[in-house]
């Protein structure tokens, strides 16, 4: 029998000749599993999820479409007590059931994400010391510690303003209708603005999201069914090879962040740092990532350039050696070590499913054989040896690339992270940011590969596009008639 979604994936693309249309309701394929967010905190928040929450329920701040942060629920804000004070003024917004936002109520939404277990950025948000009501429109935010890039830890979808009794937040999209792998969502009315300035919302602008599979998602936007494909990574990327789809229609985000392969059992072989060292450096970057795209460009070093280090990113002591001298090197190595431990050497890999993670495992077991070890495949929660993260930074902070990749590091990497997230002021975070890099890359606990890839179909009526370092492209900052 054939499996439905293969009826489907074939119905749509028989249905290609359909010209796309060139206006009213958008919609827009985010991919994951489905878009209930009555649990705003799952412990694996896919990606159509936190699409669905970045759209109806905001944060004080939001990311508009080229990842800049603009207003949320709060109006505007200031930062006082150098650094160690942020107030925001709340604008007149509602929740979905019409019901007015209290600041008492954001106050209390606040202090449970912080506290919320399922909060990925929960670690980097160490420095909020209470978060209090001044007044019934004002909040204040104060820290123990200084935090210039607070705003963007805020305007995360992860730190959207959520009730989960009725569910729903306060925009800027509202639920006309809901399902559970489909919704239509409506501009809400800016308060801000006079009624005579505004036009009413127009439900030719509507957008219906769906959440689906990276497969069916590509197939309807071939077939001129949707406007929009988001969350495409490398894991997806060789599904775009069995369409037509234009150039002009593909978008690549620059997403800083991390995509590299992360030391996970320091045991064996991988006890010591040399030999960590070794397989980061044989590693052959340019045949993995030739088989994705050209524009996806290898990287050797952890950080992407020096942010809030007070040094330079720190580069592997064999970036300077020539690519057929490493692979040697680690021969020798691989060689010398099964001298005294009889058997095949192997590497457990941790990968995520999709034909880009085969793909990916096939070259670079293609380089680990090349070295002399043995790789073996598993799924990318079991026992490894390797894990692949794949991650973009939600904020431009050094010590989110170096907590990050400590998964995990030795003693002096890790204590050295731990006190650059302890610094009293901007200046010594700096250098102990600059310490924890060097020791974190002294230590080879990870395996750097590239920046992550990330993707996008998308139809050239969505003018405000616009691709960014954190790769998201809220709702609605589509095109220019819609809010």
């Known amino acids: 029998m054939i499996p439905r979604a293969a009826l489907l994936i074939a119905a749509l693309l028989l249905a290609a000749c359909d010209a796309r249309r060139d206006a009213g309701q958008i919609v827009v394929s985010a991919i994951g599993g489905d878009l209930r967010v009555d649990q705003p905190e799952p412990k694996d928040p896919d990606f159509a999820r936190r699409v669905m929450l970045d759209a109806t329920a905001q944060g004080l701040v939001r990311f508009d479409a080229a990842g800049q942060v603009e207003p949320g629920i709060a109006e505007r804000w200031i930062v006082i007590d150098n650094g160690m004070s942020y107030i925001f003024r709340l604008r007149d917004a509602t929740w979905q059931d019409g019901k007015p936002v209290t600041a008492a109520q954001v106050v209390t939404l606040l202090r449970r994400r912080l506290a919320g277990s399922g ?7 160490s420095a909020i010391d209470e978060i209090v009501e001044m007044t019934p429109q004002v909040i204040e935010v104060r820290l123990n510690r200084p935090r210039p890039d607070l705003l963007k830890l805020f305007a995360q979808p992860d730190m959207a303003i959520f009730r989960a009794r009725p569910p729903g937040g306060s925009g800027p999209l509202r639920v006309i209708s809901m399902a559970r792998q489909q919704t239509v969502l409506r501009a809400d009315v800016d308060l801000t603005r006079s009624p005579d300035d505004v036009a009413p919302p127009d439900a030719r602008n509507d957008v219906r999201l769906r959440a689906e599979r990276a497969a069916l998602a590509v197939a309807r936007f071939a077939a001129g069914k949707s406007d929009l494909v988001s969350g495409g990574s490398f894991a997806d990327w060789p599904l775009l090879a069995t369409v037509d789809i234009a150039p002009i229609n593909r978008r690549l985000d620059p997403a800083a962040g991390l995509f590299g392969l992360a030391v996970t059992e320091r045991s064996g072989f991988l006890a010591e740092a040399a030999h960590r060292a070794v397989i980061a450096a044989a590693i052959d970057r340019p045949a993995v990532l030739a088989a994705f795209t050209p524009a996806w460009l290898p990287v050797n070093q952890l950080l992407p350039e020096q942010l809030d280090s007070a040094a330079l990113p720190v580069a592997p002591a064999w970036a300077s050696i020539p690519a057929d001298a490493r692979l040697a090197n680690a021969r020798r190595m691989v060689a010398a070590w ?28 293609a380089s680990l054989r090349a070295m002399g070890i043995q790789p073996a495949r598993v799924g990318h929660k079991d026992p490894a040896d390797l894990r692949l993260i794949d ?37 010594t975070r700096a250098l102990r940011i600059a310490a924890a890099d060097s020791a974190l890359a002294a230590d080879s606990a990870f395996i750097p590969l590239a920046r992550p890839l990330r ?6 009526r969505l003018d405000r596009w616009q691709g960014n370092a954190r790769a998201w492209h809220p709702l609605n900052h589509l095109r220019n008639d819609t809010k």
Do not use: K, M
Request: contains cysteine; glycine residues 8%.
């Open 338 to 365: 099964q001298a005294t431990h009889p058997g095949q050497l192997t590497l457990r890999i941790a990968l995520p499913s999709g034909p880009g993670a085969t793909l990916l495992y096939g070259r670079i077991g």
């Open 119 to 125: 909060n990925a950025l929960r670690p980097f948000l």
């Open 455 to 460: 993707w996008s179909l998308v139809a050239v």
């Open 391 to 427: 991650a973009v930074a939600p904020y431009d902070s050094a010590r989110w690339y170096l907590a990050t990749a400590c998964a995990p590091c030795g003693t002096e990497a890790s204590d050295a992270i731990e006190s650059a997230r302890l610094a009293p002021d901007a200046a």
